[in-house]
């Protein structure tokens, strides 16, 4: 059975004598093997946080129970009803007053109910009852965390892309600095070649600190926010620390190689 390529990839990143045949290959090559990296870890993450989905409604309603009382009181009114999209929309809100029939919709908004359709059939709620959360936790909590678990996919979506600029930014920089140091000693290499060692480098520290999302990064000693996304002191110190000694190695066996030959 022939080992898929990716595979190859990740045993010849921790093998100094191959490494540096993989730098030979394209800039598109070393970004995929990141990216492929980073989803994997990604995909572990979401499979160790989602036992804590089911336990939102719970969360939602002790929240609402740190308020002694939440008496929310207003009026609404509008000309034409909103669709989220316009096409096949999602989301409808109706302040009219005049009747609405649901077609595409997940969520209905009107003046009297919220008519929402997520994890299961269609339920109504009066909008009486949400504007007082305390006297309802238990619809409201249960609403609350249905809308979370309804906008979850575009949120995994999005920390996805910022996780990914995050790490793209680090490897550049990671590979940048190393290369510039390096030009100061003997294990020089061009930029490119430098910055995709720090792409295979940079496997081991994105994998424990993407899994390390899904209970605690207090240990990775968060720094700045790039994107929305913490950069973290442990990581990128570890990063900077594994493209080094992948220069360094890398230069040493292809020496190594070149005398034997």
């Known amino acids: 059975m022939k080992t898929p390529n990716f595979i190859k990839d990740i ?5 100094p004598k191959y490494l540096d045949k993989l730098t030979n290959g394209t800039f598109g090559h070393a970004v995929g093997y ?16 989602a036992p804590q989905v089911g336990l939102l409604p719970g969360y939602v309603s002790e929240q609402i129970s740190k308020f002694d009382a939440i008496n929310v009181s207003g009026t609404a009114s509008m000309n034409t009803a909103i669709h989220i999209p316009e096409d096949k929309p999602v989301l409808t809100i ?30 109504k709620v009066g909008t009486k009852e949400l504007l007082e959360p305390t006297e309802n936790k238990p619809i409201v ?20 892309i910022a996780l990914w600029i995050k790490y793209f930014i680090l490897i550049l920089l990671a590979g940048t600095i190393i290369f510039l140091l390096a030009e ?23 994998a424990v600190e993407v899994i390390s999302i899904s209970c ?36 040493y066996f292809k020496a190594k190689d070149g005398a034997h030959k």
């Open 94 to 123: 109706d302040m009219t007053g005049q009747e609405v029939k649901p077609t595409t919709e997940r969520v209905v908004i009107t003046k009297e109910y919220v008519l929402y359709s997520l994890l299961k059939g269609p339920t």
């Open 184 to 206: 100061l000693t003997s294990y020089r290499k061009k930029w490119t070649k430098t910055v995709k060692l720090a792409c295979f480098a940079a496997g081991p520290v994105i």
């Open 34 to 49: 990141f990216s492929m990296i980073l989803a994997f870890a990604f995909v572990i993450m979401m499979v160790l946080y």
């Open 141 to 160: 909590s249960q609403l609350l965390a249905l809308f979370i678990i309804f906008i979850l996919p575009s949120v995994v979506f999005y920390s996805f």
């Open 216 to 251: 605690n990064t207090d240990w990775l000693v968060p720094l700045i926010h790039v994107v929305g996304v913490p950069i973290y002191l442990v990581g990128s110190v570890a990063l900077l620390i594994l493209t080094g000694i992948t220069v360094v190695l890398t230069h």
């Open 11 to 15: 045993i010849y990143s921790f093998n």
